[in-house]
């Protein structure tokens, strides 16, 4: 079946607009997550929502960065006023309770 | 806190050949899952091999395998037969049984595979 999709694949925009990143899950995949990774760098856990449980937004770096999940299907990140600093890769994955992650391919997103 | 240090930002092997990359972890729980992850130039994250903490056997997947020391938290993976097609980033990641949440990933270690 379809792995994880995550659209768009890059995204260039200016600092100061909002941004919205969208990632489709596997089907039936109760948990998704979102990541950031930064340059060379691992990753960050942003935000994970499970079923209709109240998401676990500990990772949020800021309140510019939002994110929500219709149901248990797609999901969209938000980041408002975007600066320089938020350019980097972000990564979705989704599973089943407790079970392996698996990830999109990510959307590059660049701040000039 | 749980944290996942890898100290190797950089490494390459000659093709055929093994090598081996270094994972330390730090967690109070005393059960959680070990992974290995790898990050070709793709960006797709792909699971290498996993292993539970309960467990003394070393997980081995085909040409990888992983030594685990869980008194000393340390969780290597050994690549055997190395293939061009190994050359990706390595990611080492932590997650706490019973918990559907975050994984803790270190900071990866860049494998480059020589023909």
């Known amino acids: 079946g379809a792995g994880v999709s995550q659209s768009p694949s890059n995204k260039v925009t200016e600092k100061g607009k909002d941004v919205e990143l969208r990632c489709d899950p596997i089907?039936?995949?109760?948990?998704l997550y979102w990541y950031r990774q930064r340059l060379g760098q691992g990753l960050e856990f942003l935000i994970y929502?499970?079923?209709?449980?109240?998401?676990?937004k500990s990772g949020l770096p800021s309140d510019r960065f939002s994110a929500e999940r219709t149901g248990e299907s797609v999901s969209t990140l938000t980041i408002q006023r975007t600066q320089q600093e938020d350019s980097a890769v972000y990564l979705c994955?989704?599973?089943?309770?407790?079970?392996?992650?698996?990830f999109g391919p990510g959307t590059r997103l660049t701040v000039l | 806190a749980q944290t996942v240090t890898q100290s190797q930002p950089e490494m390459s092997v000659q093709e055929a050949e093994t090598v081996t990359l270094s994972c330390t972890y730090d967690?109070?729980?005393?059960?959680?899952?070990l992974f290995w992850y790898k990050q070709p130039p793709s960006r797709q994250m792909i699971l290498v091999i996993r292993q539970e903490a309960y467990k003394q056997q070393n997980a081995t997947e085909n040409r990888f395998s992983v030594n685990f020391q869980k008194a000393a938290k340390s969780f290597s993976l050994k690549i055997s037969d190395s293939q061009l097609g190994d050359t990706a980033m390595y990611f080492c990641a932590l997650f706490k049984a019973g918990n559907t949440g975050k994984l803790i990933f270190g900071q990866g270690t860049t494998l480059q595979v020589k023909p």
């Open positions: 929502f499970q079923g209709n449980s109240a998401p676990d």
């Open positions: 089907s039936g995949h109760t948990a």
């Open positions: 994955a989704s599973s089943l309770p407790g079970d392996e992650q698996f």
């Open positions: 967690t109070s729980e005393s059960n959680y899952y």
